[in-house]
């Protein structure tokens, strides 16, 4: 079973419009990630703190994918594209050589909770052509495992050696993406790829991982080992919930300028003339 080797809190930050979240990590050795860039979590009930929302704004040679668990999103981009988010969809977008969009809420009261990843793009397909697929969260596979739920957004694997398959399934970095909401007493063996990177994120209570039984409590992210496979289970009496990732990593220099993300620093030169032009897309 693979051991924690680093565990990191999540940061109050804004972003958009002044829109409050915790960046769970992003930003300074991306590589440790690799291939994933960045995690945010925003949550509040307070309308104020997301009402800003994320107005027109430009991204090229990644992708991001949304989780919304609870309220509503809209997203419209440069494509015509129009789009809404509703409490357990997935946006999965693939930026490309660029895209300009933005992501608005749709409601002035309740809470809004959710998830925005970072996944990079291969140098070979950075400059492909932007698209976009909403689903909705009737069709994200959801399986019950000894009692706790999976919600399978991305990847293939095994756990406690039933098998499962999420939704979406990306070539190059075969990022596995679960949510798993885990029942007091227990335990769940994940089978993950040798020399892929694991992510586990606690946003609800506290879980134990590893056959050393590594406390990892809400609102902490913890990085694995890269061989074997993933041991966690219930801390006390209280359900927790966890997001768990792991992808192939890309292994190509990561440069990055705000929503620009290419393998050089003249990439992003090129980047920012071409938006400055209106050639992004």
């Known amino acids: ?46 309308a104020s703190d997301y009402i800003g929302g994320f107005p027109p704004h430009p991204h ?20 015509n594209n129009i789009g809404l988010l509703n409490d357990g969809d997935v946006q999965w977008m693939t930026a490309g050589r660029g895209v300009i969009h933005s992501e608005m809420p749709k409601q002035t009261q309740g809470k809004m909770r959710g998830f925005q990843l970072w996944l990079n793009l291969p140098a070979k397909n950075k400059m492909q052509t932007a698209n976009y697929e909403d689903v909705n969260a009737n069709k994200i596979p959801e399986f019950d495992i000894a009692g706790s739920k999976i ?11 039933k098998q499962i398959k999420g939704y979406f399934d990306v070539e190059d970095t075969r990022p596995l993406y679960l949510d798993i909401h885990i029942e007091p007493g227990d335990k769940l063996n994940i089978q993950t790829q040798n ?64 929503p620009f993300v290419m393998n050089s620093q003249q990439e992003i030169e090129q980047a920012l003339q071409d938006y400055r032009k209106g050639i992004l897309t």
């Open 195 to 258: 020399e892929h990177n694991v992510l586990i994120y606690v946003y609800q209570e506290t879980i134990q991982i590893g056959e050393d039984k590594t406390l990892a409590k809400a609102q902490t992210i913890s990085r694995l080992e890269k061989h074997g496979d993933v041991l966690i289970q219930s801390y006390a009496d209280k359900p927790a919930k966890v997001i768990v990732l792991s992808g192939k990593p890309i292994e190509e220099p990561i440069v990055q300028y705000g």
């Open 1 to 46: 079973m693979r051991k924690v080797i680093e565990q990191l809190s999540a940061r109050p930050s804004s972003d958009g419009d002044g829109v409050k979240l915790l960046r769970v990590f992003g930003g300074a050795q991306p590589e440790r990630f690799d291939p994933f860039l960045l995690l945010d979590e925003f949550g509040s009930d307070q």
């Open 151 to 161: 919600k399978a957004i991305a990847g293939q694997t095994s756990i406690n050696k």
């Open 60 to 79: 090229r040679g990644f992708q991001t994918i949304t989780y919304m668990l609870q309220g509503k999103m809209e997203h419209r981009d440069h494509m």
